[in-house]
Every structure is written in structure tokens, then in C-alpha cells.
């Protein structure tokens, strides 16, 4: 027992003299946000409200193989059950909405039915909207 009672001990010292100390002080972190250099109680004014282009224009891609741009907002319900999108753009449905059907490309059969890749709309579509605010610079070229 005495020897169980040292080594317990002697762990103990050696554990308590590692040489880890607490700063003093913490050191400020800095964080950059995309938003600026302001503080969470400035009050800024509203970003200007997105607008769409009219029914049936719509913007000409920039590369090739790059996804149409969705020419109207893009939060409609996506989810397991149910797919928003396709309440206007199935191939059943697409003409009598005057919307654009889905591509060959994104479904399984003759009925129009989604592959499950393809299901997930906007991670590949985004909206089209031409006075939102550019959050960071962007030096894209096509050349």
C-alpha cells in the first residue's frame, strides 16, 4: 500500500510541474468580416431588393456546360418529400406554366421523374437577380 500511496504521489508532483502557465492576459482575437469593419449595434441601410428579369428573358451563360440561371427568387421548399421547383418546371406541367421543363440531362425515365443528383436544384441554379450587392470583389473573366 505504501508504495501505491508514493507512486500516486509522486504522479501527482510530476503532473502539477509540466511547465503549462495561464497567459496573463488573453490576447484580443481579430476577425475580419465580409460585412466590413462595423460593429454588430451600427445600423446600416436595407440592401437594395433584388429584381428579376421579365418573364421569358434570361441571361446568356458565360461558359460552357454552365446550369441556366434561375430567372425569378430561388427559396422555394427543397426538400426529402418534396421539390418546390417542380411544381412549374416537370415536364407535365412546363407548358401550361410557360416555364422551362427539366433537362433530359436530370432525369430517370419517360415521365420526368428526378434523379436523385439532380434533385437538389439550387446547388447548381442560382437566381438571376442583376442589383445585389457584390459581398466580396470578383475579377472573373471569361478569357
Not at 502557465?21 to 490576447?27: L, N, S, T, V
Not at 482575437?29 to 462595423?38: E, I, K, P, T
Not at 445600423?43 to 430567372?71: C, F, H, W
Request: glycine content about 4%; charged content about 20%; proline content about 6%.
Amino acid at each position: 500500500m505504501k508504495k501505491v500511496l508514493t507512486l500516486a504521489a509522486l504522479m501527482l508532483a510530476v503532473s502539477a510541474c509540466t511547465g503549462q502557465q495561464a497567459e496573463p492576459q488573453a490576447k484580443p482575437v481579430n476577425v475580419a468580416s465580409l460585412a466590413g469593419d462595423s460593429q454588430i449595434t451600427d445600423v446600416r441601410p436595407a440592401d437594395a431588393m433584388p429584381t428579376y428579369p421579365k418573364r421569358g428573358m434570361s441571361i446568356e451563360r458565360n461558359y460552357i456546360e454552365q446550369p441556366p440561371l434561375i430567372p425569378h427568387r430561388d427559396d422555394y421548399t427543397i426538400g426529402l418529400n418534396q421539390n418546390k421547383c417542380m411544381t412549374c418546371h416537370s415536364w407535365d406541367k412546363a407548358e401550361k406554366m410557360k416555364a422551362t421543363p427539366v433537362a433530359k440531362s436530370h432525369v430517370v425515365n419517360a415521365q420526368g421523374k428526378l434523379n436523385g443528383q439532380n434533385y437538389f436544384c439550387t446547388q447548381c441554379h442560382v437566381a438571376q437577380a442583376d442589383n445585389k450587392q457584390a459581398i466580396v470583389e470578383n475579377v472573373f473573366s471569361t478569357k
